[in-house]
């Protein structure tokens, strides 16, 4: 499929939930999953079949990076770009992130009206790299 | 701070749907400040200043996202001295910012 239409963002926080639907959904025109945590994602995973999920770090129960994990297991979800979330924008932290398997870091707070043309880079940029 | 504002870019016709959740996420932060004041320990409190670090400037509250942010920062190791000056500045933006809503 050449065009990015199904994104799965997974936030625990509400107002981000809220902000993202707004962003992704009305202004950037996408079909979303909006899961409030890392269980909720691996359950929709399949069934939703998304090309692009954004994932928040800090999440509790199961935080980001574990849910990248178990993500990269379900079938329809290698290959997919993953992109974290996160308001840390440490030098460190972007390179672990990186290192777990990420595509890519959004830094919060985003900017509601540029999210959905940023996304759709780190949707062809992750093509290029988890072809 | 202005409540009503549209970000720069925005189409006008999504602009009161902007308004509209903007506003909720200010009717929120009355929760977020008790979940500042009431955070049991100190992992808590990084925690909620994270969340509201990462959220406020995403609803055009940047001077609001940068407090949580010393705050946050604050709570870090070497800037425990600073931390009862940025939780007061915190306070006292959310209040306003709250009011304002």
Redesign the interface.
Known sequence: MDELQRVMCVEDDPDIRMILEFSLGRLGGYTLSLCASGQEALDQAARFAPQLVLLDVMMPKMSGPETLQHLRSVDCMRGVPIVFLTAKALQDDVEALLEQGATGIIVKPFDPVTLPKDIRIYWKHGRDIHP | MDVTST?????LA?AD??AR?RR??VQ?LAKREAEIEQAPDRAALH?AL??L???????GF?EL?QLA?SAMEATDGDGEADLPLALARLKRALQCTGDAG
């Open positions: 970000p720069e870019g925005m189409n999504f749907e902007f959740i909720t996420f929120g925690a994270h969340r670090a990462g959220v406020a400037g995403a609803y940047e996202g942010r």
